[in-house]
């Protein structure tokens, strides 16, 4: 079962209020006009493909690692097992 909490809640009433202004100062804001920018992608990222080859060489030799890893303890379980 869940422990009870200390805390008193607030209530709702009080959280509403915080959180919304009131009438008269929503309708009396003045609106903002907003310009879109124009956003530019330079020719070289946009044209060239990046050779994940070069990047990712590092990536090979962990999952050698790794497997011959897993194989080394696969065996020793297998190992174990006809001991125990």
Not at 11 to 35: C, F, G, I
Not at 55 to 61: C, D, F, P, T
């Amino acid at each position: 079962m869940a422990k009870k909490s200390r805390r008193t809640r607030k209530s709702k009433l009080s959280q509403t209020q915080l959180v919304r202004p009131s009438r008269d100062a929503v309708e009396s804001t003045p609106a903002v006009e907003v310009k879109p920018t124009k956003v530019t992608t330079p020719q070289a990222i946009s044209s060239a493909a990046p050779d994940f080859g070069q990047e990712y060489e590092y990536v090979i030799g962990d999952l050698k690692r790794i497997g011959i890893l897993a194989a080394g303890m696969l065996a020793g379980l297998v190992i174990l097992a006809f001991f125990i």
